[in-house]
């Protein structure tokens, strides 16, 4: 399986970092599936520079919807439907409450979808989208791939969850934001790879702006994410969506903080990093609790 950064970013836009989006790519036998986990700003340009197109997703994933990470899913959904010269239904897995998102998207883009159908003979239809709420447990995709979810902690953003992704002997878990919560740890266990949102709290706890000191209470740091990965057995602890932006000199400050109770493999980096995770690396022994 591969793990692919397409936005590290947060709310606060950045030039050179996308918002919160990974691609989780399966190669199988028959066919190669990629699942976008979250879609906020300029997903569809880093889908692009890491040539998949919007036709191309097996699936849309959903943590949780907050904006920055549904920015750009009418993106999505509109360039999907557009590109795309066969049916090419969507389907789009979130918490409670993402069917309704999901309407009023479709609701907005009312007049762009009229103007489509006009034009062009071969587009009959508005954006076929199948859109599933999901809780906690097994959840058919329809791709061959084993998806599982369970709620995070986030709150007081409610629900929010967590996807774990597996394939012949390969378990990546996307966890979104959150802090640490038994629902996480249920989900990670043994997992081979754990990509997980971060903020430096050492930091964000000196800036004197209520509004960035209320995201403490509902982000983990990278000394968090590192021991929900310790707990749980993870090989890979991948870090995303850093606030303050990643920049070079600190990099290793946010691998040490991470490591401090994680002794596996910490991958950071920029928009479109790739990492390749190596079939049984986590903790295979144990059963997953789901
Ligand atoms: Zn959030």
């Known amino acids: 399986m591969i793990v692919t950064l397409l936005g590290t970013g947060s709310p606060i836009p950045a030039p050179d970092r996308a918002g919160p989006a990974t691609l989780v790519t399966v190669t199988a036998a028959d066919a190669t599936r990629h699942l976008l986990v979250d879609a906020g700003r300029g997903v569809l340009m880093r889908m692009a520079a890491a040539g998949v197109g919007a036709g191309d997703l097996a699936a849309v ?7 920055d990470h549904i920015t750009d899913l009418n993106d999505v959904i509109t360039t999907r439907w557009v590109t795309s010269f066969a049916p090419n239904p969507l389907t789009i897995v ?5 069917r309704d998102v999901v309407d009023h998207l479709l609701a907005a883009l009312a007049p762009d979808i009229a103007y489509r159908i006009a034009h ?8 076929p989208v199948t859109v599933v709420e999901v809780e906690e447990g097994p959840i058919d995709v329809g791709v061959g791939v084993a998806v599982t979810c369970a709620p995070t902690d986030h709150k007081p953003v409610e ?5 774990r992704i597996e394939h012949e002997g390969t378990a990546v878990v996307v966890a979104g934001d959150t802090v640490p919560c038994a629902g996480l740890d249920r989900l990670c266990d043994g997992a081979d790879a754990l990509v997980h949102t971060v903020i430096r709290k050492d930091l964000i706890e000196n800036v004197p702006l ?3 000191q209320d995201t403490l209470d509902y982000h983990s740091s990278p000394e968090e994410a590192g021991a929900t990965a310790a707990r749980a057995g993870v090989g890979t602890l991948v870090l995303t969506h850093y606030v303050p932006a990643l920049t070079p000199d600190t990099a290793e400050e946010w691998r040490r903080r991470a490591s401090l109770h994680f002794d596996g493999v910490v991958e950071l980096g920029d928009d479109l990093h790739r990492i390749e995770i190596p079939p049984a690396s986590g903790r295979h022994d144990l059963n997953t609790t789901i």
């Open 61 to 67: 994933l959903i943590t949780h919807l907050h904006s």
């Open 94 to 98: 979130g918490p409670v409450g993402t």
């Open 159 to 163: 629900p929010s969850l967590g996807y």
């Open 210 to 212: 209520q509004r960035m």
């Open 120 to 127: 062009h003979d071969d587009l009959t239809e508005p954006p």
